[in-house]
């Protein structure tokens, strides 16, 4: 089911289906500025990413002496979150475990998800609470598509990414076909704030840069300034993406990540895995994503 929440600058409705954000309306254009999840394209829209980042080795990992099958960007976007409210611009859902989420991660947890509308800002605060008498460890991560381009007026071309500082970001590198991190990395450009864009920039999958100081990144249409900004603060990786293979890009994701998938060499021990946080019974954790739609 949808909800919605609005200000007069924005209309914001969000699926309880993984708690998504599924629509960001200007209300002055009437423009949509979320990508729509043509289903023969990219069918999401900004999945959440729990509780881990991209793939596993095999497709699966172990944990208490058991193995269990895992597909990309794990599960929360699978499960229908529990609405828990809406109004004066905020509104929140929540995904408790229980006997299907045991069958992927024998754990319990809570993680709400709640979006603060303020002026042209949306926030989304992913909040986890280890809700059981063991050890929670989880990745976590964003995956916002944003349209592209923001009318019919423009192309690709007419668009770049800026930081708001001059960044040398390094990239680490994921196997073309396994997805899984290969150990290889790369500097993507030296002491520039712009990522210039064009159709084919993601021929080869998606860009996960490392070492970022910057606190924000821009989508910007070059002629009018128009743009949407989303902030990195605190994120050990942004990546950027879009689905390769087609003639000309439909969607821009920037993608804020707290974990990695796993890599070519892991054991695939649940407890070896690099995570976001490692919590103790009763404790939490949360981190927020910005994003300003400066139309």
Known sequence: M????????????????GAELVSVVDKATGAEMIWNGQKDVWPRRAPIL????????DGQYTLDGNTYPGGQHGFGRDFEHQFLGGEN??????????????????????LESTFTLTGR????????TN????ELRF???YHPGFALPFDDKHTTADYELRFDVPQTPVVIETGATSGLVTGHTRVLMENSALIPMDDRMFDNDSICMSQLTAKTLSLVEKDTGRSITVGLEGYPYTLIWSAPGNP???FLCIEPWHSLPDT????GDWNEKPCAAALAPGESWHTDLDMTFAR
Request: proline share 4%; with cysteine.
């Open 131 to 134: 809700t059981g008498d063991k």
């Open 2 to 17: 949808r909800h919605t929440i609005e200000n007069e600058f924005l209309t914001v409705t969000v699926d309880s289906l």
């Open 139 to 141: 990745g976590i991560g």
């Open 121 to 128: 800002t949306l926030r989304q605060t992913l909040a986890v």
């Open 248 to 250: 000309e890009l439909h």
């Open 264 to 267: 070519e060499t892991a054991s």
């Open 50 to 57: 729990f509780p881990y980042c991209g793939k596993l080795k």
């Open 89 to 110: 611009g905020v509104m929140r859902f929540v995904l408790r475990s229980g006997p299907e989420t045991y069958a992927k991660l024998p754990r319990d947890f809570a």
